[in-house]
């Protein structure tokens, strides 16, 4: 589909702000997985460009991320940096491997209450992230916060970067408001001789075109049982990331990515980030929602956006590594605002209770820990309280028919939390001879509940009593050992759902 006039404007515009923002953050992240700061900028390039020819998702951006660094920063430290791009090619070829896999298709099983908090929890990270823009390091060589002159500018140009931000798309949309604010920062500190924390002062940009290199590691079993575990965490952390991401932009913009291919495109981009001397990465939720609430939503964006970074390392370092800090300090200070979810909070009283608790967990742990984990004890949660509310939710209606005998019409989900209020439906002792069973309302899952209704089937038959098991589906009557005599099977009314339990094929 071909681009417009307008379409391209806004992708170029927006794809050279999301560059500009991918700076800073590269070079923080790499900071903090103690490498080379090229190496964080070398991730972003490749990551971006790559990703956003062939993912997914158009619009959505990679590059260096803190949640894969904070991991990264033990292997560096205890093997060395050779280490870490063996260990980015593995993580690529375990994306790529879940990709073939249809793995991603998983990702529209997280609850909603899951997407909060992980938005939540990042738009908090994003946040904080930027405080150590405020610090300096000290004669005792550690970080203090910035004396009172330097903080009041800092605050002040953040402040006017925020403001131009919010305020410039009422008047025009013609530039997008985080690009134009970047410029405007950038030319009063210039023009008034405004001495300011640059992204100079982060580290110098400058340097070449990434270096084809084969990480520098003794190819032999020792270690891969160094980089494996590193390499599955990373994937894992990182897939978890750009499909939550992912969906995200999804509900954005309503339109549908492709979590499968976007799996492989990550891989890929891993693969040869890992190849290329860099600290590979995943999905960032800042820079996508910059770029996405500039209207960008096609491949170019994040096309422009790498090949700029790299023409920024390659050509315009001293240009780069004049912007004020506090320019992008305010980008991503409005990004965070505008990713956090609001109205989660305010509808706290209104929610049931579970899902405020997993929104609130999340969060949590989203900040203080790591993402996959933040999201697999979300969901962990979630299905725990399906469970519990689905258990309760087993009953029978008892009745004596025409001919004296009891017939109990079952409702709800017999599963592996039920199975317990489902034995205590029945009163065998006191029941006549004969007893009937009624499935029609009711749905048999898994596993334990073909146990639970032997076990019935047991109860009744020790007391020499006839049980009749009706409108049960055929996978279920397969599977029962002690109840298969007492089947009444109808092919008319007999359900015909699938049960979920590994024995069958």
Request: glycine share 8%.
């Amino acid at each position: 589909m071909s681009l417009s006039i307008a379409e391209t404007k806004n992708n170029v515009l927006s794809g050279l702000t999301v560059a500009l923002a991918l700076v800073p953050e590269a070079i923080a992240f790499a900071l903090v997985a103690h490498v080379n700061p090229l190496t964080g900028l070398y991730a972003a390039f490749m990551m971006c460009l790559i990703t956003a020819i062939f993912g997914g998702r158009p619009g959505m951006i990679s590059g260096a991320t803190g949640s894969m660094a904070v991991v990264m920063v033990a292997l560096v430290v205890q093997h060395g940096v050779e280490y870490l791009f063996a260990t980015v090619v593995l993580l690529g070829l375990f994306q790529l491997l879940f990709g073939a896999l249809k793995f991603g298709k998983f990702i529209r099983m997280v609850p909603h209450p899951v997407m909060l908090g992980f938005v939540n929890g990042l738009a908090i990270v994003i946040f904080m992230a930027q405080l150590h823009h405020f610090k300096e390091t000290g004669p005792d060589g550690a970080l203090h916060w910035l004396h009172a002159g330097p903080m009041l500018v800092m605050l002040g140009l953040v402040a006017l970067s925020m403001a131009i931000i919010y305020i410039l798309p009422k008047l025009t949309r013609a530039v997008p408001s985080a690009l134009a604010a970047i410029i405007i920062i950038a030319i009063v500190a210039q023009v008034f001789g405004i001495h300011t924390r640059t992204v100079g002062d982060l580290a110098s940009i400058k340097g070449g075109l990434p270096p084809f290199h084969i990480p520098s590691v003794p190819w032999n079993w020792h270690t891969l049982t160094i980089v494996f575990p590193y390499a599955l965490i990373l994937s894992i952390i990182g897939l978890t990331e750009s499909l939550l991401t992912l969906n995200l932009i999804d509900e954005m913009t309503e339109t549908r990515g492709q979590p499968n291919r976007e799996c492989m495109a990550q891989g890929a981009a891993n693969v040869v980030s890992g190849l290329f001397s860099s600290m590979g990465g995943c999905a960032m939720i800042g820079q996508s929602m910059i770029n996405v609430n500039a209207g960008a939503t096609r491949r170019l964006s994040g096309i422009v956006a790498g090949i700029a970074l790299l023409c920024f390392i390659l050509f315009a370092s001293s240009l780069i590594e004049a912007i004020p800090l506090a320019a992008l300090v305010g980008v991503m200070f409005v990004v965070s605002e505008k990713t956090f979810e609001w109205g989660s909070v305010r509808v706290f009283g209104k929610v049931p209770r579970a899902d405020a608790l997993v929104v609130v967990a999340v969060t949590v742990v989203t900040v203080f820990t790591d993402l996959a984990i933040a999201v697999v004890i979300g969901v962990v949660i979630s299905a725990l309280v399906f469970a519990w509310q689905h258990a309760k939710r087993m009953d029978a209606r008892a009745k004596l028919d025409e001919h004296g005998r009891k017939v109990y019409q079952l409702e709800g989900t017999l599963f592996f939390a039920s199975t317990a209020s489902f034995a205590d439906l029945f009163t065998p002792r006191e029941d006549p001879d004969d007893v009937i069973v009624e499935f029609r309302e009711a749905r048999v899952v898994d596993h334990s509940a073909i146990e639970a209704i032997d076990a019935l089937a047991d109860r009744y038959q020790k007391l020499g009593k006839r049980l009749h098991l009706r409108h049960l589906s055929p996978d279920c009557i397969e599977l029962l050992n002690k109840a298969k005599g007492m089947i009444e099977v109808n092919m008319a009314e007999d359900p015909h759902y699938h049960l979920a339990d590994d024995k069958l094929g």
